[in-house]
């Protein structure tokens, strides 16, 4: 079992939609369960589940009330390989909640100076919440939306910044697809989007592969060294 929580506390960062796209992914590799917990107000996953084309290895469920988080990832986590976590985008008792509960929190970051300030300050919560569970939690920066023919000035300077700062980010990141919003629209997962409906889906899932996989390896070493420890 694994919980994998999507953070940002700023939106429009391409949260949702990385959340989605990994699930879909696990729920590719596996046959076993793997659960959402949609905690973001505005319900953008329980809505997609609602269309069609949802894997059968794919639940969804909603965090009506902020006290309830925990509960809920514990719940997911008894019955379901792996547990994906789309939170609100604000620092509330229920982000800090969450991240508690996970293995791995992904901090997903666009090409923008704005974006990078805000990256800042959901690793000062995790950093807090990892205090108070008197761990380390672990956590890396996920680029997103990051336009597939151009590697920007912007993009190449916030990334040396953060990565002077020693904040960990991950070697893949997701680009900009057409297949990445077109789930929100037709339902499913990528895999399951039809080709001549939506444009790359091919591409768009390689790269979602990529990106999943480096996640699937990141926990994977991460508990190779809490049992060294």
Not at 69 to 94: K, N, P
Not at 103 to 123: C, F, H, R
Request: proline share 3%; charged share 25%; net charge neutral.
């Amino acid at each position: 079992m694994a919980v994998i929580s999507f953070v940002s506390s700023k939106g429009g960062v391409g949260k949702t939609t990385s959340a989605l796209v990994v699930a879909g992914v696990l729920a590719g590799l596996t046959k076993d369960l793997v659960t959402i917990v949609d905690a973001d107000p505005n319900k953008p996953l329980k809505k997609w589940s609602e269309l069609a084309g949802k894997p059968d290895n794919i639940a969804v469920v909603t965090d009506e009330a902020e006290s309830r988080i925990v509960d809920i990832i514990d719940e997911a986590s008894q019955s379901s390989r792996f547990v994906i976590v789309d939170l609100e985008g604000a620092a509330t008792s229920r982000v800090s909640n969450a991240i508690s509960m996970s293995n791995l929190v992904i901090i997903p970051v666009q090409g923008s100076g704005l974006d990078a300030d805000q990256a800042v300050k959901t690793i000062r919560l995790i950093l807090e919440a990892g205090k108070s569970q008197r761990r380390k939690i672990p956590y890396r920066v996920l680029f997103t939306r990051v336009p597939a023919m151009i590697n920007s000035n912007n993009m190449k300077a916030i990334r040396g910044t953060l990565e002077e700062a020693g904040v960990p980010i991950m070697n893949t990141a997701l680009i900009e697809r057409e297949a990445f919003k077109a789930m929100f629209l037709h339902g499913g997962t990528v895999s399951g989007l039809d080709p001549e409906k939506v444009s790359g889906t091919d591409v768009a899932l390689r790269n979602a592969t990529a990106v999943t996989e480096e996640m699937v390896t990141t926990l994977a070493e991460l508990a190779k060294q809490r049992e060294v420890a």
